[in-house]
């Protein structure tokens, strides 16, 4: 196991783990939650953690096997949906963040 793409397959599949099961938890957290605001907070950090594991399912599908045209669209796909869900949901999370800090401080728009 001395192959450094080896190494770099297995940090990207834990990766891929790690942010699948982060993305199970703030999504069960997301529905759990009775404040409108947290649970909008979730589904923002839901939507960063799936960017994170789509753009990695990429990073595999490019580089790790041998490239056919097919598994070079799907992804390119897979990048950008998740680059995209990542921007949707820090922009999500900001947007959030900045209201719960305004009903904190009793500030009405």
Do not use: C
Not at 49 to 58: K, N, P, V, Y
Request: charged share 15%; net charge positive; aromatic share 10%.
């Amino acid at each position: 196991m001395n192959d450094p793409v080896a190494w770099l397959q297995w940090i990207i599949i834990a990766g891929i783990i790690i942010s699948s099961i982060m993305s199970v938890v703030s999504s069960f957290r997301s529905r759990r939650s009775k404040d409108t605001n947290q649970r909008a907070l979730y589904s923002a950090k839901m939507n960063i953690w799936m960017g994170i594991m789509l753009i990695l399912i990429a990073l595999i599908q490019m580089f790790m096997y041998t490239g056919s045209t097919i598994r070079v669209i799907v992804g390119a796909v897979f990048m950008l949906l998740g680059l995209f869900n990542i921007f949707a949901g820090i922009r999500n999370h900001s947007v959030i963040r900045t209201v719960i800090e305004r009903n904190a401080t009793g500030k009405q728009r």
